[in-house]
Nanobody, 117 residues
Framework: QVHLVESGGGVVQAGGSLSLSCTASGNIYSIKALDWYHQAPGKQREKVASITGDNTAVYSDTVRGRFTVFKGSDRNTVYLRMNNLKPEDTGVYYC???????????WGPGTQVTVSS
């Protein structure tokens, strides 16, 4: 099993920045690929950023140019740097990865981000 935990959420004013982290533990040697999702209040989860095994980053149109996803040097942490935050970025942010050994998707419990206008 793999356990994911997000951290770094909080309350920030519009235009501010936050850095989220997603740390994996359990039966995993290192994070290869990982996705970040955002769930706004009352809405479905949407993928906002991904990082692949070869460290290619992909972003949704809503965050491109403002968010940056990258892997940490410890191999088990992925970060999401969020700049120029907008009120519509408010919501819970989740990280998720697919584990080939278990053939399962794992999700963290999420971290709350609130952007005030």
């Amino acid at each position: 099993q793999v356990h994911l935990v997000e951290s770094g959420g909080g309350v920030v004013q519009a235009g501010g920045s936050l850095s989220l982290s997603c740390t994996a533990s359990g039966n995993i040697y290192s994070i290869k690929a990982l996705d970040w999702y955002h769930q706004a209040p009352g809405k479905q989860r949407e993928k906002v950023a991904s990082i692949t095994g070869d460290n290619t980053a992909v972003y949704s149109d809503t965050v491109r140019g403002r968010f940056t996803v990258f892997k940490g040097s410890d191999r088990n942490t992925v970060y999401l740097r969020m700049n120029n935050l907008k009120p519509e970025d408010t919501g819970v942010y989740y990280c998720t990865l697919y584990d080939m050994v278990d053939d399962e998707d794992y999700w963290g419990p999420g971290t709350q981000v609130t952007v005030s206008s």
